[in-house]
């Protein structure tokens, strides 16, 4: 699966996501970035809120998602 340059991947579906992201950040201040494959989905939003209310103190939804990254040719 194709993902943003420098991200990973982390689905909510696989269970542990609060966990999982715990460990991949050294502090709950540092800034988090969740995206999904297109701005139709409804998973990045849900992620954000799991997040913040997990006490995550910078939480950011890439609402455009892959689809706007990769439409706007940024690099990684």
């Known amino acids: 699966q194709e993902h943003i340059p420098g991200s990973f991947s982390v689905p909510l579906e696989e269970g542990n996501f609060e966990k999982k992201m715990e460990n991949l950040v050294e502090t709950k201040s540092e800034p988090v970035v969740?995206?999904?494959?297109?701005?139709q989905s409804?998973?990045?939003p849900k992620a954000a809120a799991i997040?913040?209310?997990?006490?995550?103190?910078?939480?950011?939804?890439?609402?455009?998602?892959?689809e706007s990254w990769k439409n706007a040719k940024y690099q990684g």
Not at 34 to 39: D, H, K, L, Q, W
Not at 53 to 64: K, N, S
């Open 34 to 39: 969740v995206y999904c494959a297109n701005s």
């Open 51 to 66: 997040l913040e209310e997990a006490g995550f103190e910078a939480v950011y939804d890439y609402e455009g998602g892959l």
């Open 42 to 44: 409804e998973a990045s």
